[in-house]
């Protein structure tokens, strides 16, 4: 894609611009005035789960430094921050007893938002149940959607006075894949015993949590948030197009289009068939749908697929981006502005979309500190790169409203441990210590214009 030189301003007056963070991978202090477990904590216990052992305990240390980490969102030139809610943070057990200090807690980081001149944009869930609830099956369990129904409501009832712009799930299709089919995240499950019905709850909280966020949250805006990565087969061979087309429902379709009304996406994939006898969805279609006012699309790379009977269900593998030499970032992921921009396309053409918010991007590459200095000019690039996809998509019609950066510090980024950065801040830590990335000048600078 090519650069065009455009201010922040060309994306029109109202456009949103924030940065994205999350509760289990910013917070910290996860023991303190008595926040419960989440899955994380505990899975990060288990050997061999996260890199170098690391644990989520301390992170950002963002419970402790969230004045000065708004300071910088703020001198960044940002107008939005995106923030999750740490379910074991207000209830500890997951239900029942509230712990009224994790509730201050939200308070005061909306109230110092508000005071910055911030809009607050909150998302309910972001990947860290209450490890309480795990024990009793987690997201398998029928029991879930009571349970969330008690966190959505008590969320809504605290903040809805304070706070209007919502997100229900951060990327279902991340937590219930890796975390409960292929155990490389928290809870660590496997198994389509253990995938489908997390599918499925995943699928009705998020249309639930819509709907409550409706009733209780007066002039509330609702979204819930998708991954999608384009799915390119390796070769024009039919087995591939197939493959392609099979990791295309599952990595783009499978929880969107039951949210827009159209049920799962079951045709042409054996796999989704089960899952559509599996669950009875043809007695949910009303329930799974909810009239988001938008959706939020995150975006990190594109893939390429060949076919392969090996792997189970989706016969489907990656064609690794460094194995093509095409342009990657250090997690390996491909770095395709093009396919981007197509997929906000593809996305808006479901006609039923609302609006569209870009609620994460952003990349990892291996920063170097050196002399008080991270010049992540690699960093830079991508983002001039999207920017640019984005705008063309919304001058062909995408009404795109708001762009998220993910992120604004280095953080705790799951199985990755502290190695994977994508923060527009440096953070060293042992001392906790931040430093400002070139491109968070960069961010500043464009945003300025
Ligand atoms: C997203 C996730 C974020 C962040 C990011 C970078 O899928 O929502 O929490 O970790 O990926 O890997």
Known sequence: MKLPVLPASSFGKDFLWGVATAAAQNEGAYNIDGRGLSIWDSFSRRKGKIQGGAKPYEACDFYHRYKDDLMLVKALGFSVFRFSISWSRILPDGMGRVNKEGIAFYHRLIDECLALGLTPFVTLYHWDLPQALEKEGGWTSHSLLRWFTRFVTLCAEEYGDKVKHWIVLNEPMGFTSLGYMLGRHAPGRTGLNNFFPAIHNAVLAQAEGGRLLRHYVKDAYIGTTFSCSEVMPYTDKEDDIKAAQRMDILLNRLFVEPALGRGYPHNDFPLMDKLYLHTKAWKYTERMQFNFDFIGIQNYFALTVKHNPLIPYVQASEIKAASRKVPHTAMGWEINADSFYRMLKRFWMYGSVK??????????????????????????????????AMYKAKQEGANIKGYFTWTLTDNFEWAEGYKARFGLVHIDFKTQLRTIKNSGYWWRDFLKQ
């Open 355 to 388: 609006e569209i918010i870009v609620s994460e991007n952003g990349a990892y590459f291996k920063d170097e500190l050196k002399n008080g200095v991270v010049n992540d000019v690699q960093r830079i690039d991508y983002f001039q790169q999207y920017l640019a």
